[in-house]
């Protein structure tokens, strides 16, 4: 099916909802290279001021699609729009309207920050005018506005990355793609360029698309999908997501281990054990349990603590498996595959 | 967590600082702005060039090496054949052509840098055109080599040459014409390897040759029949043939050393213009520069 009469199409019949806000508009995107298919069939929307998240192992497709709406590469079928346009035979205008920050520094190092701003600015057409008080913007924007004169190979990985995204925000573009755009950073960069991201989501009225297979990380997003073999297993925002796990994870500390063990039993009709040095158990909406637990209890309670399930709980629910399995998995399978492909030749 | 100042995943609009400055809006793409893009690329390869003082100095060391060296060296068993004639000055044409071919293709090879270190990305993607990026990068090599070429042109006293204005300029025009082409050349070459000692490896076992085929380092005439066919082949050949008329035209030689040393080039016996081989120099170019562009635009 060519991308031009499924857009077509898709007009026609209207979309499963209403699209015409959405930022981007995905159907039935795919992406084969030759036996591997990357992408086997995506459809999602992403509306226009969102944060959207793509979680899963290395080798889920997350990477080929974000390449894909990027006009980086060809979808093999199905369709992709990007703020309006079609990223298949519009793919100049789609560049115009998307900041792009890869997982690999694409900037030059022998020149200074502003000079990497500058050719940015003069490579996307940006108005001769607009181009010093935007830079001073945007670099201000990531606190590099003092270092513009320095060049970039004197910079540490955390200070390139947040150039990158200053850059790729220099010409407006209505959606921002980071594919990974923390990996291979030291903990505390990783949170200061989230810091950063969550504070441009205030500056601009921009869209956000992103890819990352930290966990902890895609819960900065609104809504997040995770995907596994080339598919979009599920899609919602990260509290709907965890809260379908089930159950909260609670911890108590005792003064009497076995009773407080015996009294969940009794009262609460739940299997309780010693984990970690404390009363461990899983029950639905914690947080309001623990009221109840404190008054029926019966047994002096210590202290307290109740962990939401993570995103690692949803990932396992949903695919049977961890995520660092799930990667192991992936790239076993993409060698059997490329295997058999050599072997054939 | 969520963005605490948006919970419905909606920006709510930047109260100080987007209205401080208007929204960006990129044009669409007009002949402008892909003159602009040619213009960043090739304002690119001067800045980087300046930062990079070594190189200017190293590029330098082949060409005295060649010129004073070699050229002084070897007098001494030439001058026989040279009826009176400065071998540095009889080398010095294909002097002026081996600087300028050595720094295009150091310039051309930054490609594979680029594409090594990432920065190739950030313009492939960019929303213009390839033929915009090839052709400002080719005019950034010619640029950067011609530079160098003019410290050359500097040294003329030192090996006889007179400071005639028209010389000058001619020389320099035809610099620009090798360094455009070879540029091209190495471009082209980019678009394929993609590895930087194989670049290099690759660069090195087709220049070499054909600067010594080209002529640069003896005269054209009365070669063995093999040597004679490769040397017509070699596109250098007719770069370094002009720019060595050129500088003939302003010495004062005898007419023997003059037809001995400056013969031109024949093709069966014809006596190719000048202008001619600019002409055959500037066409290789451009047909290295259009497989550029077309390679370069294949590449997603």
Same mark, same amino acid.
């Given at each position: 099916m060519s991308a031009a009469t499924s857009a077509n199409g898709a007009a026609a019949t209207a979309a499963p909802e209403p699209s015409d806000s959405a930022t981007v508009v995905v159907r039935g995107l795919e992406k084969h290279y030759g036996e591997i298919e990357a992408v086997r069939g995506i459809d999602f929307d992403v509306e226009q001021g969102e944060t959207f998240g793509f979680l899963g192992p290395n080798g889920a497709g997350k990477s080929t699609t974000i390449s894909m709406l990027c006009t980086l590469i060809l979808p093999t079928g199905g369709y992709a729009r990007v703020a309006g346009h079609d990223v298949a035979s519009d793919r100049d205008a789609v560049r115009r309207n998307i900041g792009l920050v890869f997982q690999d520094t694409t900037l030059d190092g022998y020149l200074s920050a502003e000079q990497n701003m500058r050719l940015h600015a003069e490579l996307y057409g940006v108005p001769r005018e607009l181009v010093?008080?935007?830079?001073?913007?945007?670099?201000?924007?990531?606190?590099?506005?003092?270092?513009?004169?320095?060049?970039?190979?004197?910079?540490?990985?955390?200070?390139?990355?947040?150039?990158?995204?200053?850059?790729?925000?220099?010409?407006?573009?209505?959606?921002?793609?980071?594919?990974?755009?923390?990996?291979?950073?030291?903990?505390?960069?990783?949170?200061?360029?989230?810091?950063?991201?969550?504070?441009?989501?205030?500056?601009?009225?921009?869209?956000?698309?992103?890819?990352t297979h930290y966990?902890?990380?895609?819960?900065?997003?609104?809504?997040?999908?995770?995907?596994?073999?080339?598919?979009?297993?599920?899609?919602?925002?990260?509290?709907?997501?965890?809260?379908?796990?089930?159950?909260?994870?609670?911890?108590?500390?005792?003064?009497?281990?076995?009773?407080?063990?015996?009294?969940?039993?009794?009262?609460?009709?739940?299997?309780?054990?010693?984990?970690?040095?404390?009363?461990? /158990?899983?029950?639905?909406?914690?947080?309001?349990?623990?009221?109840?637990?404190?008054?029926?209890?019966?047994?002096?309670?210590?202290?307290?603590?109740?962990?939401?399930?993570?995103?690692?709980?949803v990932f396992m629910l949903h695919t049977g498996s961890t995520i660092r399995d799930a990667e192991e998995d992936a790239a076993t399978n993409q060698m059997r595959t490329m295997a058999r492909a050599f072997g054939r030749r | 967590m969520a963005s605490t100042t948006a919970p419905s995943g909606r920006a709510t609009p930047p109260p100080s600082l987007t209205h401080q400055i208007a929204a960006v809006r990129v044009p669409r793409s007009s002949i402008?702005?892909?003159?602009?893009?040619?213009?960043?690329?090739?304002?690119?390869?001067?800045?980087?060039?300046?930062?990079?003082?070594?190189?200017?100095?190293?590029?330098?060391?082949?060409?005295?090496? /060649?010129?004073?060296?070699?050229?002084?060296?070897?007098?001494?068993?030439?001058?026989?054949?040279?009826?009176?004639?400065?071998?540095?000055?009889?080398?010095?044409?294909?002097?002026?052509?081996?600087?300028?071919?050595?720094?295009?293709?150091?310039?051309?090879?930054?490609?594979?840098?680029?594409?090594?270190?990432?920065?190739?990305?950030?313009?492939?993607?960019?929303?213009?055109?390839?033929?915009?990026?090839?052709?400002?990068?080719?005019?950034?090599?010619?640029?950067?080599?011609?530079?160098?070429?003019v410290i050359l042109i500097c040294l003329a006293g030192l090996v006889g040459v007179p400071y005639a204005p028209i010389l000058l300029l001619e020389i320099f025009g035809l610099q620009l014409l090798v360094a455009f082409s070879i540029t091209a050349f190495g471009v082209m070459a980019a678009a394929r390897v993609k590895q930087m000692q194989s670049f290099m490896a690759l660069t090195q076992m087709i220049i070499l040759p054909m600067y010594f085929l080209s002529g640069a380092l003896f005269p054209v005439s009365g070669l063995p029949q093999w040597l004679a066919i490769l040397n017509r082949l070699d596109p250098l050949t007719y770069a370094v043939d002009p720019m060595r008329r050129a500088v003939f035209a302003h010495l004062r030689i005898?007419?023997?050393?003059?037809?001995?040393?400056?013969?031109?080039?024949?093709?069966?016996?014809?006596?190719?213009?000048?202008?001619?081989?600019?002409?055959?120099?500037?066409?290789?170019?451009?047909?290295?520069?259009?497989?550029?562009?077309?390679?370069?635009?294949?590449?997603?």
């Amino acid at each position: 099916m060519s991308a031009a009469t499924s857009a077509n199409g898709a007009a026609a019949t209207a979309a499963p909802e209403p699209s015409d806000s959405a930022t981007v508009v995905v159907r039935g995107l795919e992406k084969h290279y030759g036996e591997i298919e990357a992408v086997r069939g995506i459809d999602f929307d992403v509306e226009q001021g969102e944060t959207f998240g793509f979680l899963g192992p290395n080798g889920a497709g997350k990477s080929t699609t974000i390449s894909m709406l990027c006009t980086l590469i060809l979808p093999t079928g199905g369709y992709a729009r990007v703020a309006g346009h079609d990223v298949a035979s519009d793919r100049d205008a789609v560049r115009r309207n998307i900041g792009l920050v890869f997982q690999d520094t694409t900037l030059d190092g022998y020149l200074s920050a502003e000079q990497n701003m500058r050719l940015h600015a003069e490579l996307y057409g940006v108005p001769r005018e607009l181009v010093r008080p935007r830079m001073q913007q945007v670099m201000e924007m990531v606190g590099l506005w003092e270092r513009r004169k320095s060049a970039v190979n004197t910079f540490s990985g955390g200070m390139k990355r947040r150039l990158e995204i200053a850059r790729g925000l220099m010409h407006s573009p209505r959606v921002l793609f980071l594919d990974e755009p923390t990996v291979g950073l030291d903990p505390q960069t990783r949170a200061s360029i989230w810091t950063y991201i969550r504070e441009l989501k205030v500056a601009e009225d921009i869209t956000i698309f992103l890819t990352t297979h930290y966990m902890d990380e895609a819960e900065n997003c609104d809504r997040i999908a995770i995907m596994d073999k080339g598919k979009i297993i599920v899609l919602d925002t990260p509290e709907a997501l965890k809260s379908a796990v089930g159950k909260d994870r609670v911890q108590i500390q005792t003064d009497d281990d076995d009773a407080a063990i015996a009294a969940l039993a009794e009262h609460f009709d739940i299997k309780a054990q010693i984990a970690e040095g404390a009363v461990t /158990f899983g029950v639905p909406g914690g947080e309001q349990f623990v009221p109840r637990l404190f008054a029926e209890l019966g047994v002096p309670i210590r202290s307290v603590s109740v962990s939401r399930p993570s995103l690692d709980d949803v990932f396992m629910l949903h695919t049977g498996s961890t995520i660092r399995d799930a990667e192991e998995d992936a790239a076993t399978n993409q060698m059997r595959t490329m295997a058999r492909a050599f072997g054939r030749r | 967590m969520a963005s605490t100042t948006a919970p419905s995943g909606r920006a709510t609009p930047p109260p100080s600082l987007t209205h401080q400055i208007a929204a960006v809006r990129v044009p669409r793409s007009s002949i402008r702005s892909e003159l602009r893009a040619v213009k960043i690329v090739w304002q690119r390869e001067l800045i980087r060039f300046t930062k990079d003082r070594l190189r200017i100095i190293t590029s330098l060391v082949q060409p005295f090496l /060649f010129l004073f060296v070699l050229g002084t060296g070897l007098s001494r068993l030439a001058s026989a054949g040279t009826h009176g004639v400065n071998l540095r000055t009889f080398v010095y044409p294909g002097v002026l052509c081996m600087a300028v071919m050595f720094i295009a293709i150091f310039s051309a090879a930054s490609i594979v840098w680029d594409r090594e270190f990432g920065f190739l990305r950030e313009m492939m993607v960019a929303p213009v055109r390839r033929s915009s990026l090839v052709i400002g990068k080719c005019l950034g090599g010619a640029t950067v080599a011609a530079f160098e070429g003019v410290i050359l042109i500097c040294l003329a006293g030192l090996v006889g040459v007179p400071y005639a204005p028209i010389l000058l300029l001619e020389i320099f025009g035809l610099q620009l014409l090798v360094a455009f082409s070879i540029t091209a050349f190495g471009v082209m070459a980019a678009a394929r390897v993609k590895q930087m000692q194989s670049f290099m490896a690759l660069t090195q076992m087709i220049i070499l040759p054909m600067y010594f085929l080209s002529g640069a380092l003896f005269p054209v005439s009365g070669l063995p029949q093999w040597l004679a066919i490769l040397n017509r082949l070699d596109p250098l050949t007719y770069a370094v043939d002009p720019m060595r008329r050129a500088v003939f035209a302003h010495l004062r030689i005898s007419p023997l050393a003059r037809h001995i040393l400056d013969p031109g080039v024949t093709w069966f016996g014809w006596h190719l213009p000048g202008l001619f081989e600019a002409g055959v120099v500037a066409l290789l170019g451009l047909l290295m520069l259009g497989i550029a562009i077309f390679e370069f635009s294949r590449i997603e």
